[in-house]
Antibody
Framework: QLQLQESGPGLVKPSETLSLTCTVSGGSISSSSYYWGWIRQPPGKGLEWIGSIYYSGSTYYNPSLKSRVTISVDTSKNQFSLKLSSVTAADTAVYYC???????????????WGQGTMVTVSS | SSELTQDPAVSVALGQTVRITCQGDSLRSYYASWYQQKPGQAPVLVIYGKNNRPSGIPDRFSGSSSGNTASLTITGAQAEDEADYYCNSRDSSAVKVFGGGTKLTVL
């Protein structure tokens, strides 16, 4: 079945750029009706949507993070990636990648999630 | 901006029924999806759309919606249902938002 796996550095210095990749296996990232997203969860806190991308490259970002976020897709590698610039300690979190299924015009859901990867921002 | 509001904590006696709610203006136009998260684990989708359960989710989980409120109901709560529950929806600009989460305790 479809699986998602996050990868990237677990430690990033303040003011630098956090870079993560999500590898999709068991299916194609180019499937229609699916978007691919990043969600994060600071320690002990709730979930925060970062942004989503369609295989064509169309992107949607959380307005509160938009100035620092870039999400891209590489269909040849069946991967999508997250870059978050100018990080601070507040960006320390578990970062999840997930598939977003569009069921109808009024119904969507993150139906498959990666296991998550902890990223700590510290010098 | 779109916001979804959940009660921080709810408790239920073993075998009883519990309803977890999620309020927000976007829910008047879009359905919520619900996620269960146990400590140290990734969230799991339990309900989406009008009242749809992914394969493998027990039928004691159900969803409903009225006005600006979406609800997740667990009928006959089990000890393994103790977890954090998050609602999620979108707004007209395709911005996704999560509720703050509800910690469910099964007594």
């Amino acid at each position: 079945q479809l699986q998602l796996q996050e990868s990237g550095p677990g430690l990033v210095k303040p003011s630098e750029t956090l870079s993560l990749t999500c590898t999709v296996s068991g299916g194609s990232i180019s499937s229609s009706s699916y978007y691919w997203g990043w969600i994060r969860q600071p320690p002990g806190k709730g979930l925060e949507w970062i942004g989503s991308i369609y295989y064509s490259g169309s992107t949607y970002y959380n307005p509160s993070l938009k100035s620092r976020v870039t999400i891209s897709v590489d269909t040849s590698k069946n991967q999508f990636s997250l870059k978050l610039s100018s990080v601070t300690a507040a960006d320390t979190a578990v970062y999840y990648c997930a598939r977003r299924v569009v069921v109808t015009a009024t119904s969507e859901a993150f139906d498959i999630w990666g296991q998550g990867t902890m990223v700590t921002v510290s010098s | 901006s779109s916001e979804l509001t959940q009660d921080p904590a709810v408790s239920v006696a073993l075998g009883q029924t519990v309803r977890i709610t999620c309020q927000g203006d976007s829910l008047r136009s879009y359905y919520a999806s619900w996620y269960q998260q146990k400590p140290g684990q990734a969230p799991v989708l339990v309900i989406y759309g009008k009242n749809n359960r992914p394969s493998g989710i027990p039928d004691r989980f159900s969803g409903s919606s009225s006005g600006n409120t979406a609800s997740l109901t667990i009928t006959g709560a089990q000890a393994e249902d103790e977890a954090d529950y998050y609602c999620n929806s979108r707004d007209s600009s395709a911005v996704k938002v999560f509720g703050g989460g509800t910690k469910l305790t099964v007594l």
